[in-house]
Structures are given as structure tokens and as C-alpha cells.
């Protein structure tokens, strides 16, 4: 048919943040790409800013897939730094007991924001001795040597390519250029070379350590994603990702102490994607001007809401979040859905065939416009001008229920990237507030919460509806129909 245009035929051009080139995705082994994109470090509730960069990665994973390759996706889980540490020492309790409800919290934040599991989410603590090898390595080849505090560190002056990612020369780099680098600061030889292995101090750390051959401590941060990297997906990856942040000098250290082991190009292509702020400053736990996607939930928002905001935005572009913004998100989920129901709910209207054309060409400029590195814009400006023209079609009689099949179809193609739309006839008289606050009534009742259950069908009734009970549980009902 004609709307089955051939994505797989279209090549995908990224932006290489190494070489500041678009360049067509060529994986090493054949058809199958191997990402590794760097987690969250399991403290505390991750924000929104962060999901900017992991729905990012989830969209360059479904385009991957969709023009026709196959992805393997490593995303580390940070469960030892400084900040666990510290939290598992206040609370008296152990590392793993005190990361196990941020972790839990991370994947459904995953869920909700429909952002689909990587192949593999290794914790740093299960990859120690890796790590310690990948030491006594650089230890062996003179890279790195233990300061007069016991902790290792890298020399960077040992591997002149240093600063290759984020082009910066060796004699501009100062110390206390991150928060994480001056937290890794101790006795070494040279201001910008960073930690590998972290000498344990009973007054910081508590009974958390590791024990390895130049005594007790724990690995260093940059060193937890080398060592995972090649180990899962080996020593040269086709893309690495992560937020632009972790440019330098997160990525710049990994490239070092990963080539300077294998001798080899570590990552083909890297890409960075540009930071969620806040009125021009970025959003972060630091600076307290962020959301957890909790927090959004709890006002009424949808997961699949929160992700079209933080998908609309070209990743390279800077994305300023404010509520009024996601109220806009809100309303084009809701113009997408409506259509959708349109569609599906077509009776009468004859099968003219005349959406092909349409349909067919709303896929070639979808497909085309993710190749061109992830252009989101004119992919989803595809979808509304097909709905437009659809609607037009529709209005005029010539969309029968084969034809609007076919639309359907394709709407679902393009939610194999989105993963926004409802396809669910229900979702035709019940608002996504309505229906949350009816499952959080129903939670409520079971906790006895009678005050808030009261509340959440008043909220329910002030909507327009109301709530009844079928053999299958409560549903919500319009008021009067
Ligand atoms: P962290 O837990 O700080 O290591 O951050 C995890 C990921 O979130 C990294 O890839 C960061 O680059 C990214 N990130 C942190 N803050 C933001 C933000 N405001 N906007 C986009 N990405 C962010
Ligand atoms: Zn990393």
C-alpha cells in the first residue's frame, strides 16, 4: 500500500559533539548499535531535568529502531559517590538499603514517562572488581599513580589527547571546574588530574568501602562508566550519551582512562543534549528551582503530558519549563487524541482511498526529518498537517472505516516514537484528571483515608462526573448521560 513508505532505506545523520559534525550512524558490527547512555546517581528523586536528557535518549533509541537498526542500551545506576555515602551514613543505614527507593522511584519514572528499558541498567557496586582491574592496568601502562593521600589518580599529562571532546587544551583546564571534580580533589601531582580510586576516611565514609590492592576505598565516578562501557558493550561503542553537563569533565575522563587501557577510539560518535532550565538558569537540585515528575503527577499531569513537553524541543535547544508550557502539551496531546477518536469512531464516510497519499507522505517527512538529527519539529508538524488534511477528507465524507483503519495505522507508527497517544476508545468522556483522581480515591479508601477520598469525588462531581460501582471496580461515569 501506499502508505507503507520504506523508512529503513533513510540514513540517520547525527550531531557528533566530537568532531561538532552531523555524520551518518555506521555501526561496527553490522546492523546493531551499541549505546551507552549515562544514569542517574540514586540519592534521591531525580527531576525533570534530568528525564530531559533520558526522554532525549529514548527518542534517539526509537529512531534508531525505527529506521531500521538494532539498538543494545547500557545506562549505568550511580549507587556509590559522595552524595549515597553521606545519605546511607545519616540514616544509619546500609548503601544498598538507602538507594533501593530511589532506584525503585527511577524506573517507574521511567514507566510513566513511557521511556522504553535500555537492554541493561548495571549498579556501579556490582562492577568494583572490574574497575579495580581497569586500575592496576592504568597503573601498569603509567598512566595513573597513587597520591601521598593513598587515592589513585589519572595523569593527564600522560595522554595528550586530552581535552579531544570538549576541545579544550591542557593548560586552560582549572581545578574546581565542576562540583564533582572539586569534591574528587586531594594530594596530586597535578590540579586537573581526577580520582580513579577514592582512599577511604573512616570519618566520611563510614563502614563503606571496597577493599582493592592499594588499600580500602572506592572507585571514582568517571572510572564506574569506563569500566561498565567496555565491559557490556566493549572497547569501542558506537554512541555514548548524556546531558551536555556531563561533557567535561565526566566524558572527557572516560575517554581517557578507557583509551589509554585499550588503545583504542572508545566512542565513535558522542552526543549531549542541552539542559532543561529554569527563567535561564538550569534546572538542579543545587540551585532548588526544580520538579520531580512526582510533583507534576501530583498536580494532574500526565506522565505522557510531562513527555511531550520534553520531547518537542529539538535536543540541542535549550528548553525552558514553566506550567504554561506544559498546559500547551496537555492541549496538543488532547488535539492528537481527539483525532484519534474521530478515527475510531468512524461509521458513515465512503473508502476513497484518498488518505494514502496523504498517509504516505506524512511518513516520508516523519522518518526524514528524525534522520536529520532528531529534528523534531518538522516530524511532529508531519503529524499535525496530516490530521489536518485527514480532517478535511473526513468533513467531506471521503474517509470510510478502512480508510480511517489505515490512519490509524499510522498514527500508530508515529507513537512507536512519541508514545503519547491514546488509541483507547474509552479515553473519549474521561479527562486524565478525572480518571487520576478517581484511582487516587480508590487508594485512599483502601488506606482509610475517608477526608481525601471525600474530597477526590467532589473534585470528580465539580467535573461533571460521577462515580459508580461495576463487578469489574469504580468507574467514572458523565454526570446525566
Ligand atoms: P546526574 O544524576 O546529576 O549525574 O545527572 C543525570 C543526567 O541528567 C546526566 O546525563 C545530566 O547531564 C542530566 N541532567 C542534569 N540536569 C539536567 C537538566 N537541567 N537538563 C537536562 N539534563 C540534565
Ligand atoms: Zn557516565
Redesign the pocket.
Known sequence: MEDQYDQTQVSLKLLNTATRKKETLQPIQGNHVRMY?????VYDY??I??????VFEDLLRRTIKFLGFEITQVMNI?DVDDKTIKGAINKDVSLEEYVKPYKDAFFEDLDSLHIERAEKYPAATEYVQEMVDMIQDLMNKGFAYQGADKSIYFSIQKFPNYGCLSHLKLDELKTGASERVASDEYDKDNVADFVLWKAYDEDRDGKIYWDSPYGKGRPGWHLECSAMAMKMLGETIDIH??????MFP?HENEIAQSEACSGKKFSNMWL??????VDGK????SLGN?YTLRSLLEKGYTGKQVRYLLLQTHYKTQ?NFTLEGLEAAKHSLQRLDDFVLRMLNINTGSDTGEVGSILSQAIKSFAVSLADDLNISPALAAIYDMIREVNILCDDGKVGINDAQRVIDVMKKFDSIIDVISFEKVSEHVPNEVQQALERRIEARKNKDWAAADQLRDFIHDQGFVIEDTPSGAVVKKAGV
Not at 547512555?37 to 546517581?41: A, K, R
Not at 550519551?241 to 556531563?246: E, L, Y
Not at 538550569?282 to 537540585?285: E, L, P, R
Open positions: 547512555t549515562c544514569g542517574p546517581t531525580a527531576h531535568g534530568n528525564f530531559r536528557t533520558y550511580t550519551c548524556g546531558g551536555v553537563d556531563n565526566h549531549h543534549s542541552e539542559h532543561l532550565i538550569k534546572m538542579s537540585k526544580f528548553l
